[in-house]
């Protein structure tokens, strides 16, 4: 089922989430009892230091990623990633993110249907929102990158190293 399709449903059956309309489309946002809301149900995962997501794949209606807006003072809903993929800590320079850019780019989306899973590294930081089916990532107010499930799959050993850069 379509993430957004699913979220959509999820928010009008919970009663929470406010949608704002731009010339672009439009944003949705939680107020701050929406996200106690979510968090005491379960659905709150902080990806502030990032990991291997470990959850629903894009087919199965993804995992939702939200921000905290600042000027705003609620949360911002910003993207959908899914499970397998290796989402970074924040970013701590150009040159470190572009190096991620290029891992990602080493291995696409060749089939959807393709078995990504993998022993993970113990090392490896996991962040686990498997078994729900709707669930938020709070991100951190910093960039971060993530990487598909295909080039994580191939290249976490050297994803793993890099981290240690970036997290230093």
């Known amino acids: 089922m379509d993430g957004k399709i699913l979220l959509y449903e999820f928010i009008k059956e919970h009663s929470i989430g406010e949608f704002i309309f731009s010339e672009n489309g439009f944003n949705i946002y939680f107020s701050h009892n ?43 809903y910003i993207a959908e990633m899914e499970g397998w993929e290796y989402l ?23 089939n959807p249907d393709i078995s990504t899973e993998f022993k993970i590294p113990k090392e490896c930081n996991v962040i686990d929102t498997q078994n729900n089916k709707v669930c938020f990532l709070l991100m ?19 994803i793993l190293q890099l981290e240690k850069t970036n997290n230093s």
């Open 34 to 76: 929406d996200f106690e809301y979510l968090n005491k149900l379960g659905l709150i995962f902080d990806a502030f230091n990032g990991g291997i997501i470990l959850g629903n794949l894009h087919s199965n209606g993804g995992i939702n990623m939200i921000i905290f807006d600042f000027e705003l003072n609620k949360y911002k």
């Open 88 to 110: 970074t800590f924040p970013l701590k320079n150009q040159e470190i993110e572009n190096r991620f850019l290029k891992i990602n780019e080493k291995t696409q989306n060749i």
């Open 140 to 158: 951190s107010e910093y960039r971060q990158c993530i990487i598909n499930r295909f080039a994580t799959k191939k290249h976490i050993n050297e």
